[in-house]
């Protein structure tokens, strides 16, 4: 067993002032104590930053960029530009997809509040008409089965048919408002 080579003058001049040698020797070999490069350890520090904000970001303040979220939106929007698109009665999925549409919603909101906020009050509590914001339907909480009544009212308790008045559109965008309330039941449901 060879002994390790003390520190001639050769090896010295490898060594730059900053670097001591470690007190170790394997076999010979001797090791600097080089300090890490500023590029190595910024790339440290930065990722550690970049952990704890995207820890925060997207596990505790609710952003969700996660593709199924981005695929559920851009199908919503298509859905609801599909029955925007559609003439004739819309089925159950198309005003449910409606019901997610800002602009749809909004227009349904302005019918809501000239033509039916009197009597179901401005936050669809209720008055003279049914609360139409809970899950209590007496005639079908079906979008559907909502539409259907808008459409032909219920005369004889004081609910008008609106069909003629507002006209198939405006009844669905206030349906569509009216949904934008109410949560889609599951496909199981
Ligand atoms: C003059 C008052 C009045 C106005 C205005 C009115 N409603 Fe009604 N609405 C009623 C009454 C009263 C009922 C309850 C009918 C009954 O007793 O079955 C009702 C019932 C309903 C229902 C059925 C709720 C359920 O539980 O099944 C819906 C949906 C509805 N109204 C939507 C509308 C919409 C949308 C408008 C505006 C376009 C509107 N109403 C305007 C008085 C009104």
């Not at 596990?59 to 925007?84: C, M, V």
């Not at 909502?146 to 005369?155: D, S």
């Amino acid at each position: 067993m060879s002994q390790p080579l003390k520190n001639t003058p050769a090896r010295q001049s490898q060594k730059t002032k900053d670097d001591a040698l470690r007190p170790h020797v394997y076999d010979g070999i001797e090791e600097f104590d080089k300090r890490l490069p500023n590029w190595w350890l910024w790339t440290l520090y930065s990722a550690m930053i970049f952990s704890v904000a995207y820890w925060f970001i997207m596990h505790q303040a609710g952003a969700d960029f996660s593709p199924q979220a981005t695929i559920e939106q851009k199908l919503a929007r298509l859905q609801a530009e599909a029955a925007a698109r559609a003439t004739g009665p819309l089925n159950d999925d198309q005003l449910w997809a409606l019901s997610l549409n800002s602009e749809t919603v909004s227009a349904g909101k302005a019918t809501f509040l000239a033509t039916c906020a009197a009597c179901h009050g401005e936050n669809l509590q209720g008055g003279i008409g049914f609360n139409l914001a809970d899950n209590e339907w007496v005639h079908g909480g079906r979008p559907t089965e909502i539409v259907h009544t808008i459409t032909n009212g219920v005369v004889e308790k004081g609910m008008q048919a609106w069909g003629s008045q507002l006209g198939e559109r405006k009844i669905q965008e206030v349906a569509a408002f009216i949904l934008s309330h109410h949560k889609k039941p599951d496909a199981t449901q």
